[in-house]
């Protein structure tokens, strides 16, 4: 394999009953930055059926090209499909970085595709950058259940390949004047029913009434400290009255306090409000790993050493259940 023939950036676009996924439109704006230390394209890869307006939007989000893989077999996903579409056009373009969320699907795509591909994928990344002199991709994930991070290098085969959960990076600023129907390539293809061993019956969509934790600007998250599930009360009504959500730290997931899709960590979701209040929390590095971009960090811990106080733009050392209620009292006080 020679590397120099490899060039380009490109996002993995994922998208959903046609919608495209947030984290598809954050790695655009990294990839952005990526592809502008590398000067060449970024390119945004985009399968599905009648997702034409998706094309569009996806270069106001960034996308220097869209390659638009339409076809009655990628209307729902399937591994074998989008596998082989991805890593044909991969033999056909080379591109050099190939990016793709952690999603539930991109966690089953991309480790599909990097075998075949026969190149290295690192999984889970919270930070990436390039070495320019060389046009390493420098990959940066917890390693070792999250006590220590990593930076790991894919320097002998191509395409570079990394998954990213969403909330790690953020959108650029929606740019219309980039739009441009030349922008879009419509791709031709080479699949048939024979090549998806799976067929899609019937879609079954159960309805869960649970806040996206990853967009809210306000999160009180509990901890194993918060004691009980009954007392996970107090928090949400210091969320309510602040505009808030409701959020957990992954022993409290794990004492099923609260539901799983409220986790923040490493094993959960990365966030990035505007305020995050850490209650009865350690502050473990695979937590801290969730919620350290936040703007603006207030911890609550009767232990003034935990982790989290170091990281906190204000630490509080108390007993959670005597300082939340009084904060709720104040913040009420001052709302009338």
Same mark, same amino acid.
């Given at each position: 394999?020679?590397?120099?023939?490899?060039?380009?950036?490109?996002?993995?676009?994922?998208?959903?009953?046609?919608?495209?996924?947030?984290?598809?439109?954050?790695?655009?704006?990294?990839?952005?930055?990526?592809?502008?230390?590398?000067?060449?394209?970024?390119?945004?890869?985009?399968?599905?059926?009648?997702?034409?307006?998706?094309?569009?939007?996806?270069?106001?989000?960034?996308?220097?090209?869209?390659?638009?893989?339409?076809?009655?077999?990628?209307?729902?996903?399937?591994?074998?499909?989008?596998?082989?579409?991805?890593?044909?056009?991969?033999?056909?373009?080379?591109?050099?970085?190939?990016?793709?969320?952690?999603?539930?699907?991109? /966690?089953?795509?991309?480790?599909?595709?990097?075998?075949?591909?026969?190149?290295?994928?690192?999984?889970?990344?919270?930070?990436?950058?390039?070495?320019?002199?060389?046009?390493?991709?420098?990959?940066?994930?917890?390693?070792?259940?999250?006590?220590?991070?990593?930076?790991?290098?894919?320097?002998?085969?191509?395409?570079?390949?990394?998954?990213?959960?969403?909330?790690?990076?953020?959108?650029?600023?929606?740019?219309?004047?980039?739009?441009?129907?030349?922008?879009?390539?419509?791709?031709?293809?080479?699949?048939?029913?024979?090549?998806?061993?799976?067929?899609?019956?019937?879609?079954?969509?159960?309805?869960?009434?649970?806040?996206?934790?990853?967009?809210?600007?306000?999160?009180?998250?509990?901890? /194993?400290?918060?004691?009980?599930?009954?007392?996970?009360?107090?928090?949400?009504?210091?969320?309510?009255?602040?505009?808030?959500?409701?959020?957990?730290?992954?022993?409290?997931?794990?004492?099923?306090?609260?539901?799983?899709?409220?986790?923040?960590?490493?094993?959960?979701?990365?966030? /990035?409000?505007?305020?995050?209040?850490?209650?009865?929390?350690?502050?473990?590095?695979?937590?801290?790993?969730?919620?350290?971009?936040?703007?603006?960090?207030?911890?609550?811990?009767?232990?003034?050493?935990?982790?989290?106080?170091?990281?906190?733009?204000?630490?509080?050392?108390?007993?959670?259940?005597?300082?939340?209620?009084?904060?709720?009292?104040?913040?009420?006080?001052?709302?009338?």
């Amino acid at each position: 394999m020679n590397k120099a023939d490899y060039k380009g950036v490109w996002v993995f676009a994922e998208q959903r009953d046609g919608e495209l996924q947030k984290v598809s439109l954050e790695l655009l704006g990294k990839g952005k930055e990526m592809a502008e230390k590398l000067s060449v394209e970024l390119t945004a890869v985009l399968l599905g059926h009648n997702t034409e307006k998706l094309s569009k939007e996806l270069l106001a989000h960034g996308a220097d090209k869209v390659l638009a893989a339409d076809n009655e077999l990628l209307a729902h996903f399937s591994t074998d499909g989008y596998a082989k579409v991805i890593c044909d056009l991969v033999n056909e373009r080379k591109p050099e970085i190939l990016f793709i969320g952690a999603t539930f699907i991109g /966690r089953d795509l991309g480790p599909r595709i990097a075998a075949r591909l026969s190149t290295g994928l690192t999984a889970d990344c919270t930070s990436l950058d390039i070495d320019a002199e060389n046009r390493d991709l420098l990959a940066t994930r917890p390693a070792f259940g999250g006590n220590l991070i990593a930076t790991i290098v894919c320097s002998d085969h191509r395409p570079q390949m990394a998954t990213v959960r969403p909330g790690v990076f953020e959108k650029l600023p929606v740019n219309d004047a980039n739009v441009s129907d030349d922008k879009i390539e419509k791709v031709a293809l080479n699949l048939t029913s024979a090549d998806i061993r799976t067929k899609v019956v019937e879609v079954v969509k159960a309805a869960k009434t649970i806040a996206d934790i990853g967009e809210a600007k306000v999160l009180v998250a509990g901890g /194993r400290g918060v004691g009980s599930k009954e007392n996970f009360a107090r928090l949400e009504e210091l969320a309510e009255v602040l505009g808030g959500t409701v959020a957990a730290s992954r022993a409290a997931i794990e004492k099923e306090w609260v539901d799983k899709d409220l986790q923040v960590g490493q094993t959960g979701k990365t966030v /990035r409000p505007t305020l995050y209040i850490a209650c009865g929390i350690s502050g473990a590095i695979q937590h801290l790993a969730g919620m350290q971009d936040s703007d603006y960090i207030i911890a609550i811990n009767k232990d003034a050493e935990a982790p989290i106080m170091k990281v906190a733009d204000l630490a509080i050392v108390g007993d959670l259940n005597k300082v939340v209620p009084e904060l709720i009292a104040q913040i009420k006080a001052s709302n009338n």
